[in-house]
């Protein structure tokens, strides 16, 4: 492990401020696997469960004040995918705009895991990708989390051996997701479905499905154990990089415009409307993380110090660090941005009924910018809807 190079926060950070869009369409779904069902319906039992507890304590006369929180628990990924997350842990921006609040970390492979700890009441905020986050407001109709920000825009790619190189050569084909129904899981699900492909976990229909964790699913790819993985970044530039695989689907060419949500913020409902001021340090953290990743990554930036920061967040979630040529294609694939590109969230639900790991809901109020704004408004940037997915407008 190389010798670690001190970060001046202060000096290479922003200062704190002072003051698929793809039309819906009409899916059947001819097979539903019991393995999927199963899987989903003890997660969604889980979290009714969980639902019907804080409803019932909900009943009870005396709510719970806003105050000040000791402690703010957050979840994240080793994935270049959570770029805005690891620059703000390691960094140490989180901790400087929290104050006098604690911060702890937990660093998760895959959003249901990181779901099922928001959930449990184990972390009170997470990174992580759409699909869990809106599978969550569903199951506890609505009570379980908001929507805070965005983080990250595009980077997922399904990667496959060489000799496939259309959807008709995956028949028979073992892919590989990092969980079942986590965004990239039901991203593959939907892509095969809509090339005529059906998929399995243990009966594999025409393609089998196998949700890995992603460093066991580089391994598995390298030793001709796995024909292919549908996973974000950095996962995907090590299989093309380190495995030798080549890109079949870039999932930014499935949405207008190339933009899609890979990474959101949100927060447990409960944490959010007893600790507002909490919540605001940290978006304001992540706005500065934002920017600073903008910043180095572009035209005019410094490549090999965003690396080193990235790579020392990296290690800190206990992930590999990255060779410079992993690093660079990565990087390239990413847009960081608070926006959560809302109205692709409906799309998302669509693709995960279609999928079989979610149900039709009405998912009005998952998203809640109201403290978001507040922070960009403090800082002059403009507001961001919660509603429609902008093109492109040059905003953090």
């Known amino acids: 492990m190389p010798p670690e190079i001190p970060v001046p926060v202060n000096e290479n950070l922003p200062p704190r401020p002072s003051g698929r869009g793809r039309v819906l369409r009409n899916r059947v779904v001819e097979t539903v696997l019991s393995a999927c069902l199963v899987i989903t319906v003890a997660a969604g039992a889980a979290v009714a469960a969980y639902a019907s507890s804080q409803r019932a304590a909900s009943s009870v006369p005396a709510a719970q004040p806003v105050s000040e929180a000791e402690e703010l628990r957050l979840g994240y990924f080793g994935n270049l995918t959570h770029a805005p997350a690891l620059v703000g842990l390691e960094a140490g921006i989180f901790d400087d705009e929290l104050g006098s609040t604690s911060l702890s970390t937990h660093a998760f492979n895959a959003g249901p895991a990181a779901i099922e700890a928001l959930n449990a009441g184990a972390i009170d905020a997470t990174f992580i990708g759409p699909n869990p986050a809106i599978n969550s407001f569903i199951q506890s109709e609505g009570e379980s989390l908001r929507v805070v920000a965005g983080a990250t825009s595009g980077g997922a790619q399904l990667v496959v051996r060489a ?234």
């Open 163 to 396: 000799g496939i190189d259309e959807p008709e050569d995956l028949r028979g084909a073992t892919l590989a997701t990092p969980q079942l129904g986590n965004t990239q899981d039901v991203a593959l699900r939907t892509w095969l479905s809509d090339n005529g492909l059906t998929t399995g976990t243990g009966d594999p229909g025409d393609v089998l499905i196998t949700p890995t964790e992603n460093a066991l699913s580089l391994q598995l790819f390298s030793s001709g154990d796995l024909d292919g993985a549908w996973v974000p970044e950095p996962w995907a530039a090590r299989l093309v990089l380190e495995a030798g695989g080549t890109v079949l689907v870039d999932e930014k060419d499935l949405w207008p415009g190339g933009r899609f949500p890979t990474t959101l913020l949100v927060v447990a409902a409960d944490y959010l409307t007893r600790h507002p001021e909490q919540v605001k340090a940290l978006l304001r953290g992540e706005l500065r993380a934002v920017e600073w990743l903008a910043a180095k990554t572009g035209e005019a930036g410094n490549a090999a110090e965003a690396a080193q920061v990235l790579n020392r967040g990296l290690e800190l979630a206990q992930a590999k660090p990255l060779p410079d040529a992993v690093m660079g294609r990565a990087l390239s694939h990413l847009e960081f941005t608070q926006d959560p590109l809302s109205n692709s969230l409906e799309q998302l639900l669509a693709d995960g009924i279609a999928a079989g790991t979610a149900t039709e809901y009405d998912i009005d109020g998952l998203v809640d910018l109201t403290l978001l704004n507040e922070v960009r408004a403090e800082s002059a940037l403009d507001p961001i809807p919660a509603t429609a997915q902008r093109e492109g407008d040059g905003s953090s």
